[in-house]
């Protein structure tokens, strides 16, 4: 039965084997490589460095760039950074795989195809294997919101309690662009629901922004076979859409990648306009900076001097 993807299974999940790619970084244009390794119980999401030897937990708190893509960096160590973290974080959390070490060649995961659909595969490739250990999730108790400007066009995000558990999302945007203008949509976030609606949609920009981002060091390695690109009323793909709404369902794919890094799946409803990767960063921020915003469903957790809480063990597997 396909359960909530704030609930997902009752006990925590890993990988069966390790599975492998190759492709781009979609900012720095350099090769990269990506292998998703088996990890064990309580260890959480753990990006890795295999050329620095650095380990990255999957935290909000360590969440060091927002410009176009979700980046982590350690402390007082910006060399130490993997960036364009928000697809892979997404499928691992549709998929409900709470124990996995991302080892990535470089600074930068691979876009692939611009979507969460090829990690999917990946996990899908490796099978899952599900341990004896309980899961917790992080149930939120009370509205938190966080918004970039005033009046009707302010962009906001916010989570409140929900009386069912599991993930709800709501999410507008609006972009002056006539292929975009204003998309919405609403779901339950389960896996079967990510998979059908959320995993195939493409990271997108507009075509008059291309030059600006590159001339800023961004984008340097994206093209038609990694995003959707769109001038005025037009798609430059050769192969359209893949839905009508693909823009905001991509938008709210980035939503379900961001708030995996809280540590653990949320029971929650989220609702947004015109969210980004700073946005939805900022609200993990403001729900743990309030201790009566939330709590542990289940037991067996201890809490980090960040005011972040990990699972048992995961301290220890972080530092060694």
Not at 93 to 117: H, N, R, T
Not at 163 to 183: K, N, R, V, W
């Amino acid at each position: 039965m396909d359960g909530f993807l704030a609930a997902g299974t009752e006990r925590r999940r890993t990988l069966k084997a390790p599975i492998g790619c190759f492709g781009v970084g979609l900012h720095s244009g350099r090769r990269a490589g990506l292998t998703l390794r088996p990890a064990a119980v309580g260890t959480g999401i753990l990006f890795r460095r295999t050329d620095l030897g650095v380990d990255l937990p999957a935290r909000f708190d360590l969440v060091s760039d927002t410009r176009l893509c979700t980046a982590l960096a350690l402390p007082g160590q910006p060399q130490a950074r993997i960036g364009t973290i928000e697809h892979v974080m997404a499928a691992l959390a549709a998929c409900s795989i709470d124990d996995v070490v991302v080892e990535v060649d470089g600074p930068e995961v691979p876009i692939l195809d611009g979507s969460a659909a090829p990690f999917v595969f990946l996990i899908d490739c490796a099978g899952i294997v599900t341990t004896a250990m309980p899961r917790a999730t992080i149930e939120v108790l009370k509205p938190v919101r966080v918004q970039d400007g005033e009046g009707p066009d302010a962009a906001w995000v916010s989570l409140y309690p929900t009386e069912t558990p599991g993930f709800e999302a709501s999410l507008e945007i609006d972009f002056p662009s006539p292929a975009i203008g204003h998309q919405s949509l609403s779901l339950r976030v389960t896996e079967s629901a990510f998979r059908a609606a959320l995993a195939s949609a493409r990271t997108f920009t507009m075509a008059e922004d291309v030059a600006r981002l590159r001339a800023a060091g961004l984008a340097l390695g994206g093209s038609l076979d990694n995003a959707v690109v769109v001038d005025g009323p037009m798609v430059l793909n050769p192969g359209g859409l893949r839905s009508p709404d693909e823009c905001v369902r991509h938008k709210l794919l980035d939503v379900v990648g961001d708030l995996a890094l809280a540590g653990a799946p949320l029971s929650a409803r989220f609702a947004g306009s015109r969210s980004g990767h700073a946005l939805n960063n900022r609200l993990l921020r403001a729900l743990f900076a309030d201790a009566s915003a939330w709590r542990w469903r289940d037991a067996g957790f201890v809490a980090t001097p960040a005011g972040q809480s990990l699972p048992q063990g995961a301290l220890e597997s972080v530092a060694a």
